[in-house]
C-alpha cells in the first residue's frame, strides 16, 4: 500500500517535497515511479529510482529541478520538487513495480502498486 503526501499550493519558482509511505518489508525490491497528472491531460512519468542501486530517471521537463531519493529504512520515497513552474502543476501520483525491465520504466502498466495521488498547485 502506497500513502502519498506533501502536495498544496505554491508559488511559481518555489519549492514541495513530496512523500510516499509504503507499508510492507520488501521496499527495497520495488522500483519506485512518481507520475502526475494534469486537468484534461494523460497520466505521464515523471521520475523513477531502481530498488537494487538506486539509479535515477527523469522525464526531461523536469531534470536538474527534481530529485527522486528513497530511504529503504523507512520505507518511504521522496520527490523534492525546486523551481516549480505553472505547468508543473498536477495531481502526483507514487507507483511500485518490481523487475521493470530499463526501456520500461516510464511505462505505467509496469507498475502493480499506485498511491491516491497528492495535488500540487503552482501559481504564477
Known amino acids: 500500500q502506497l500513502q502519498a503526501s506533501g502536495g498544496g499550493l505554491v508559488q511559481a519558482g518555489g519549492s514541495l517535497r513530496l512523500s510516499c509511505a509504503a507499508s510492507?518489508?520488501?521496499?527495497?525490491?520495488?522500483?519506485m515511479a512518481w507520475f502526475r497528472q494534469a486537468p484534461g491531460k494523460e497520466r505521464e512519468f515523471v521520475s523513477a529510482?531502481?530498488?537494487?542501486?538506486?539509479?535515477?530517471y527523469y522525464q526531461d521537463s523536469v531534470k536538474g529541478r527534481f530529485t527522486i531519493s528513497r530511504d529503504n529504512a523507512k520505507t518511504t520515497l521522496y520527490l523534492q520538487m525546486n523551481s516549480l513552474k505553472p505547468e508543473d502543476a498536477a495531481v502526483y501520483f507514487c507507483?511500485?513495480?518490481?523487475?521493470?525491465?530499463?526501456?520500461?520504466?516510464?511505462?505505467?502498466?509496469?507498475?502493480?502498486?499506485w498511491g491516491q495521488g497528492t495535488q500540487v498547485t503552482v501559481s504564477s
Open positions: 507507483a511500485a513495480g518490481r523487475g521493470i525491465i530499463l526501456s520500461s520504466i516510464r511505462v505505467q502498466r509496469m507498475y502493480n502498486y
Open positions: 510492507g518489508r520488501t521496499f527495497s525490491g520495488y522500483d
Open positions: 529510482i531502481r530498488g537494487s542501486n538506486g539509479i535515477t
